[in-house]
């Protein structure tokens, strides 16, 4: 039985998650080894990876810079198996003739993200817009991952949580296919509605879009704080919550959304341990940083630097810091400052996100109450954010 509470998964694509109570599960171990690992920042069970089907209990550690930490499998990943005689997981199978691509949307650690339009996809609709995440020349293992990966998304339902439909596996590249978020990622979004936004036209600033309200940040937090409250009632931990890797539908639907591929383009926001790993600092709490230890509580933690991330229109936290002085600053238990014209009551939220103790930090349901609360009493703020 490992030593942490907690279970250890880095998936392929998608939701870095991990199932929390895990000492209280039995089951086989895997071996993980990080370096050969560089697809994913945190944790990475692309290669290496060995379901509890065929698994025998082995070495239950990973190495990860000068740590050695145990990680054993996220037995949610093979719930669904093949081979375990359970209840198998049917992933939607989609054909290539039936995606044309029409533009790419951005690019992540795995492969190209494309808008495209999908035919026999609804009922209702001839074809419909999508986001399909590529996966080029996949490997074996990399195959195998995609295929849990695919079977845990399809089990994740929710309205904050990206909707999944299926994969496309006739042909090279493997593909995801998710619903199109109008908005693009969150990170984005808050920076193009901040007071620093400017729209080019023609090499030209011409005018922003517009600054966010006190209740739409509110209303953008909630919807975290929903999608949050549901993987932790699914025993999920997601280890990497940050306004990248939402995203903003229509009407400002916000989403979590996140499939691993971030990196290329915020590849700052990491901070690179050992040889490939990468991991979200300054989004993380002490006891992630120091001891690789991610829960419910930590993803709390996660969720109060969102809040300051959404209050300071998408600027990066501790953005005056390198990455090692931020280590300092989170381990020696220095706060983020209260962002300009942010209300009392939030900051109070955030602060309550980021109590030392995991048990201390406020509990997510707690804190969707309370972001509520507000919203219903924003027009006293209005005028100050509006
Ligand atoms: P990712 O690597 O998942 O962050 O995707 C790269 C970029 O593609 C993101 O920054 C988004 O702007 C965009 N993107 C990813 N998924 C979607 C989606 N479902 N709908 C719209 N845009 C997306």
């Known amino acids: 039985m490992p030593k942490w509470p907690w ?55 990973v190495e990860i810079g000068m740590n050695r930490i145990p990680v ?38 795995f492969g190209k993200v494309f808008l495209a339009d999908c035919y026999n996809l609804s009922l209702t609709k001839d074809k419909m817009l999508v986001a399909i995440k590529t996966l ?54 808050l920076r193009a509605h901040g007071p620093d936004a400017i729209i080019l036209v023609d090499g030209q600033p011409l005018q922003t879009n517009g600054e966010l309200g006190l209740s739409q940040m509110l209303h953008i937090a909630s919807q975290i704080a929903a999608g949050i409250i549901y993987l932790a009632s699914q025993h999920f931990v997601h280890r990497d919550l940050a306004t990248r890797n939402c995203l903003v539908g229509n009407g400002m639907l916000v989403k979590i959304g996140d499939f691993g591929m971030s990196r290329d383009i915020y590849s700052t926001d990491y901070y690179r341990v050992g040889g490939h790993t990468m991991l979200p600092i300054r989004w993380m709490p002490p006891e992630s940083i120091m001891y690789r230890k991610f829960t419910t509580e930590s993803d709390v933690w996660s969720f109060g630097v969102i809040l300051w991330e959404i209050f300071t229109y998408g600027k990066q936290p501790w953005f005056q810091l390198a990455n090692n002085e931020v280590i300092d600053c989170i381990t020696q238990g220095r706060a983020l400052e209260c962002p300009w014209l942010c209300p009392k009551e939030i900051y109070d939220i955030m602060l309550g996100c980021w109590q030392r103790e995991p048990q201390q930090r406020f509990n997510i349901k ?20 509006g």
């Open 136 to 189: 080029k020349d996949p490997t074996l293992a990399a195959r195998k991952d995609f295929q849990r990966e695919a079977e845990l998304l399809t089990n994740l339902q929710h309205d904050h949580i990206v909707k999944f439909y299926g994969v496309c596996v006739d042909g090279d590249p493997l593909i995801m296919v998710f619903e199109y978020m109008k908005h693009g990622d969150l990170n984005k979004f």
């Open 72 to 109: 054993i499998e996220n037995p949610q990943y093979f719930r669904h198996g093949h081979n375990c005689n359970k209840p198998t997981t049917y992933v939607q199978h989609i054909k290539r003739r039936d995606i044309n691509l029409k533009r790419e949307l951005g690019e992540g650690a």
């Open 366 to 385: 707690d804190i969707q109450k309370m972001l509520i609360t507000l919203m219903k009493a924003t027009p006293v703020y209005l005028d100050i954010l």
């Open 7 to 61: 279970v250890g998964i880095k998936s392929l694509c998608g939701l870095r998650l991990c199932l929390v109570g895990a000492a209280a599960l039995p089951g086989p171990v895997a071996v993980i080894n990080v370096e050969e690992d560089s697809a994913n920042p945190l944790h990475h069970v692309n290669h290496g990876i060995i379901s509890p089907c065929t698994l025998d209990a082995g070495p239950d550690s």
